[in-house]
């Protein structure tokens, strides 16, 4: 075995942070004490959970990149690169800081499929040897953050050139210089909220697990996603990283990984906290069979979430989506938002556009739209870079290189119609596009529907789940902002911007873009799955920025227990479900309960504003005012009915977390309660939930399936089961993520208040319900 410590990566000009308070974050409705001052203690234990106070305060007077000198870095790196290195040094399995390199070399692939390096997938005794690592290693840490918060610093600082000439020599990305500078600012964001997660577990009131994690690292965008968010802000609350190569685009994760381990072991680390794992697929598969308890981060389609979820339940998977454009008229300025929007970085972006709703447009509107988009080789993109271009198609060359785009065997939409200049497919129909859309990943495709039914499209979006939506009305003021409006309130979607179907102008008011979110100054990002089919994909949806580990935490039972008394501990004004949570049977679930409602205080208390390149709005919303409901199964008996000597329902240790969220606020009427028991229906009855204006039914277990049938019953927004106590006790945020959307909402222009003013008032906001039980 050789060691690791031989790297390809040579030491670039540093880049200087640079300290910055451009970024305001403004509450409409409130003050919050600064970070230092005396605060109550049910404050602290949230601060990691969206919408919290304390969550806010983790933004603002972040630190700014020297975008000049990140260009400059990454250029000097690719002048110097030489492809061979690739070859002679290849990928393999890095296992306590030794590199396992007894099998047999094959070819690696860039993201057109061309050669461009080696790789050793371990042999079956190395796969062993993985094996018996990574469920027998306990890590020695529990707190790595000065040693990871250097390391983090001299990564952006010294190889930035190094992280972004590698992700475009691997991935071909026309930008990797903005994805630096926006992580710059962004782990800020998210090391506040690991230092309160931390500061939490040292009460001890939450547990971080620190089974060794799975990190599938995605193509496009893994300098931010993998190294930053899911390997060093794990590794700096002490969790073990296993990083698993890929059947593409491996290289420039893998030599992440050799550059980090570097500098963790010269910092007296044990190599043991990173692994990389060169293996097959079913050896891949091997290591999540084999280790149940261990989390695994993902970006990936939908298809491949679901794949891994089916086989590992503890899958933390970000999904794409179809995102979608609307404009209530086509212009030529909607017509270039359109182009940039589809072909940013060569349809290689997650929030590239997929779909546009432009009423009226013609297949020659879409030749002329994408006449000047330009094209270029692999061998141009450093110029690409130099010139700070984000956007265009790539053709690379090689003799096997397959224009066409795939199509769903059972897509009734019509045939694409490709371009005649360019490498641009699409098609038209006045009606939206079928479900389940091929991204057709770094091939531009675009369906456009000519015709504008907003209650029809919500209810596509809705169905589809897109990760952005980008709406252009006539003049982005108040009198055209209906149809704005009427979309955000009918869906459930994580980015939505708001922007002119003209030009700047004087109103300074751009048309909007799919492609536009900085999470950071409060433009908060997801790539959830759609909503009632989420737990096909993923255990909790991701939501940027948040603390990475504490989607493997949990609460301290221990903890949970002191709070179980709800008179004592529940918050002023929300004291009327105190007897409901006295009726809950475990005093862990009864704990769980005050926490989830004093923090639904404090979360469901409308939108937070946020002021930076653009206008913002964000936090907890309702789910879709659609009319749909979400329906909770309760399954569970009771006491009774389980031959129980105690009063106590122990169906409510299932149901009640689940249904005080919805209970305490304006989404009381949004939730319907399906039982099988006529004893449950009679205590909720007794409970006063059913003359609070919940429907509550009483039907077998065959009536309520074939009520909810996705394809032949009713329509639901979410269906849920309930057919257990709950026995693990996830952090607040990620918990009412499960059943509720979140996300934020913007204006194109900078500081606009006439768009806080009206959308603030938008009854789609998440907000506490002014009447009692």
Known sequence: MASYRRLAYPLTRRMRIIPSRTTTMVSSHRFFPAVGSTTPTHQSKRRYNFGSQRYEKCFGDLPAADVDALREQALAYLKDFKPQTWYDEPVTTI??????????????????????????????????SLLSHVRSYESPYTDLRPEMREIEATLLEKYAGFLIGNQM?????????????????????????????????????????????????????????????????????????????????????????????????????????????????????????????????????????AAIKKGHDRCVASTGGPNTLVATEYTPDIAAAVALSATIESSGQCTAL??????????????????????????????????????????????????????????????????????????????????????????????????????????????????????????????????AKQLFEQTGLVVYTVGSTSGAGDTGIEPSLTCQARPQEGEIFGEFPVRRELDRFTQFPVVVPSSTPSYDTCYDESFLETRCRPAEHLRPGVGYVASLIDAVRSPAVKGYCVELVNYITEAASGPNRASGARTTLWGWQRPPLNGTTTVLRCDCRTGEEEGSSSSSSSYLDGLLPVLLPFLLTNARSQVEISVASEKVLSE???????????????????????????????????????????????????????????????????????????FEKSDKWLRMNENEL
């Not at 296992?95 to 461009?116: H, I, Q």
């Not at 119609?417 to 091929?438: E, F, G, I």
């Open 95 to 128: 296992l306590r800081g030794e590199k396992l390199s007894s099998g047999t070399p094959s070819t690696t692939v860039d993201a057109f499929n061309r050669p461009n390096g080696r790789i050793i997938h371990s042999t079956s005794s190395e796969t062993q």
């Open 169 to 305: 020599t691997d991935f071909w990305k026309f930008d990797g210089v903005t994805e630096l500078e926006e992580s710059t600012m962004a782990n800020e964001v998210e090391r506040r909220m690991n230092d309160a997660l931390l500061e939490d577990e040292t009460a001890p009131k939450i547990r971080i697990k620190r089974t060794p994690a799975f990190v599938g690292c995605v193509s496009n965008f893994s300098n931010f996603l993998d190294l930053f968010r899911k390997t060093i802000r794990n590794l700096e609350c002490g969790v073990p990283i296993v990083i698993l190569s890929r059947s593409n685009t491996t290289q420039h994760s893998y030599r992440w990984t050799e550059l980090l381990l570097d500098q963790m072991t010269s910092r007296g680390i044990d190599a043991g906290m990173l692994t990389y794992a060169s293996c097959r697929l079913d050896d891949v598969k091997q290591l999540l069979r084999h280790n149940p308890d261990s989390p695994m981060y993902v970006t990936c389609s939908r298809a491949i979430a």
């Open 684 to 758: 909720l009855k007794r409970h006063g939930i059913i003359d609070c204006g919940v429907k509550v039914s009483l039907e077998s277990s065959e009536m309520f399936f074939n009520r909810t049938d996705d394809k032949t019953g009713e329509e639901f927004y979410n269906v849920v089961t309930l057919d257990s106590a709950m026995t693990e006790f996830p952090m607040l945020g990620q918990f009412l993520s499960l059943y509720f959307p979140l996300g934020h909402i913007k204006s194109t222009k900078a500081n606009h208040e006439e768009f806080w003013e009206y």
């Open 354 to 483: 997929r779909h546009a709703v432009l009423p009226g447009v013609t297949d020659e509107n879409l030749e002329d739209m994408f006449d000047g988009v330009e094209s270029l080789t692999t061998d141009g993109m450093p110029a690409a870079l130099e010139a700070g271009k984000f956007s265009g198609i790539i053709l690379p060359r090689c003799a096997d290189y397959d224009e066409s785009i795939e199509e769903e065997e059972d897509d009734d939409g019509g045939e694409y119609t490709k371009h005649s200049r360019s490498n641009v497919w699409y098609r038209t129909n006045a009606s939206l596009p079928p479900d389940d859309m091929n991204e057709n990943w770094r091939k531009v495709a675009v369906d456009v529907t000519t015709t504008l039914d907003v209650p029809e499209l919500s209810r596509w979006l809705v169905r589809n789940q897109p990760i952005s939506l980008a709406i252009n009305v006539a003049t982005a003021a108040p009198d055209d902002w209906d149809t």
